[in-house]
C-alpha cells in the first residue's frame, strides 16, 4: 500500500515538468553578468531588484530569476538607472508595461484593498471573537472566585 | 448555548467554501499568465525591420487603419510550432491582418522556420534584440494582441491560441471593435 502510495507521489512530482505551456526566449542570450560602476550603484540595483517580481518565473525576484526575460530586464533596470532614472520611475516603468503584477509591493488601490487589509481585518475578527467568548466566560470565573472563603 | 456548538462547524464550512473556490479559480491552465498592463491603451510606437527584406522599416502607423493580430514568435519556440497550424488556419480565412513578430531570434533561424512550416504573415517583423518587446510587455512566446483601427490594443492572449480561443474570445474582441466603429 505504502509503496502505491509512494509511487503515485513521484508520478505527481514529475506532471509539472510534462506541462511546458510557456516558453522561454532564446537559449543563446548573453549570460555575463552585470558590470557595475562603482559599489553605490550595485547596492542600489540589489536593493531594486529584490522589489521586482519576474514576470516569467513568477515567485522569483528580478535578481534571482534565470529566466532570459528577466536577465533583459536587469539590463534594462541598470540602463535607466544610469539614465539618473529615480527607483520610483524605474517601478512605474515596469508597472506600465508589465503591470502591477512586477512590484512585491504593490500600490494601495480599490483592486488591492484587501490585500493590505486582509491580514488586519482577520486579526481584528479573531480578536472580536475571543474577546466574544471570554465575556461569555465570564460568570463561570466568577463562580469559581466567589468560594474564595474556603481553606486549603 | 446551542448555537455556539455549531459555530466551529459553521467557521469550517466557510473554511472549506473559501479553498473550494480557490482550487475552482485555479482550474485554468493559462493561470500564470499575466493579464496584459497595455489593454484598452494606446499600442506602443515602434519602428522595426521586416524579417524578409530588412531594408524595410514597418511601424504602427503604418498598420493604423484597420484591426490587425500581432503573433510573437521565434524558431526557439516549441509552443509556436504547436500554434503554427491554429494560426495558419485563422490567417486563411482572411478575417483579419495576421502580423508576425519575430522575436529575440536568429533571423536566418526564422526564415527556416517559415519555410519549414508555411508563412501565415502578412508581414513579419524582426526585434532581434528584444528591446521594442518590453514596451509591449512581452516576457514569451507565443503571445498575441489584438490591436483596433486606432492602434489601441483590445485583447491578448498568453500561450498558444486554440481554435476555442479565437472563436471564444478573438472572433467576439473583434465584432466588437468592428460595430464601434
Given at each position: 500500500m505504502n509503496r502505491l502510495l509512494l509511487a503515485a507521489l513521484l508520478w505527481l512530482a514529475t506532471l509539472p515538468a510534462a506541462l511546458p505551456v510557456f516558453a522561454q526566449a532564446g537559449q543563446q542570450a548573453d549570460a555575463a553578468p552585470l558590470q557595475f560602476h562603482n559599489a553605490a550603484e550595485e547596492t542600489r540595483f540589489h536593493a531594486l531588484a529584490q522589489q521586482l517580481r519576474c514576470v516569467m518565473c513568477q515567485n522569483q525576484s528580478l535578481a534571482d530569476s534565470n529566466a532570459l526575460i528577466a536577465l533583459q530586464l536587469r539590463h534594462e533596470v541598470l540602463d535607466l538607472m544610469r539614465q539618473g532614472q529615480s527607483d520610483a520611475q524605474i517601478k512605474d516603468y515596469l508597472v506600465q508595461r508589465?503591470?502591477?503584477?512586477?512590484?512585491?509591493?504593490?500600490?494601495?488601490?480599490t483592486s488591492t484593498w484587501l490585500l493590505w487589509v486582509g491580514p488586519a481585518l482577520l486579526l481584528l475578527i479573531g480578536g472580536v471573537t475571543v474577546l466574544v467568548i471570554v465575556r461569555k466566560r465570564k460568570p463561570t470565573i466568577g463562580n469559581v472566585a466567589s468560594d474564595e472563603g474556603q481553606e486549603w | 448555548m446551542k448555537a455556539s456548538r455549531w459555530l466551529p462547524l459553521a467557521a469550517f464550512a466557510v473554511l472549506a467554501v473559501l479553498l473550494a473556490a480557490g482550487v475552482w479559480m485555479s482550474?485554468?491552465?493559462?493561470?500564470d499568465a499575466l493579464p496584459s498592463a497595455l489593454l484598452n491603451k494606446p499600442a506602443p510606437a515602434f519602428r522595426l525591420p521586416v524579417l524578409?527584406?530588412?531594408s524595410y522599416q514597418v511601424s504602427l502607423a503604418d498598420l493604423k487603419g484597420n484591426p490587425f493580430l500581432l503573433n510573437v514568435w521565434g524558431s526557439w519556440c516549441v509552443e509556436c510550432r504547436v500554434e503554427h497550424p491554429v494560426l495558419t488556419r485563422f490567417a486563411e480565412t482572411k478575417r483579419l491582418r495576421v502580423v508576425g513578430y519575430n522575436w529575440k531570434d536568429e533571423p536566418a533561424d526564422a526564415l527556416r522556420w517559415l519555410e519549414q512550416f508555411g508563412n501565415p504573415y502578412m508581414v513579419v517583423l524582426s526585434d532581434v534584440e528584444g528591446r521594442t518587446a518590453l514596451n509591449w510587455g512581452?516576457?514569451?512566446?507565443?503571445e498575441t494582441f489584438l490591436v483596433d483601427a486606432?492602434?489601441?490594443?483590445r485583447w491578448k492572449h498568453v500561450g498558444p491560441l486554440t481554435d476555442a480561443i479565437i472563436q471564444q474570445q478573438l472572433l467576439p474582441q473583434l465584432r466588437r471593435i468592428e460595430a464601434a466603429r
Open positions: 508589465y503591470g502591477e503584477f512586477v512590484l512585491y509591493q504593490p500600490k494601495f488601490e | 482550474r485554468n491552465p493559462d493561470r524578409h527584406d530588412p512581452i516576457y514569451g512566446a507565443p486606432h492602434g489601441i490594443i
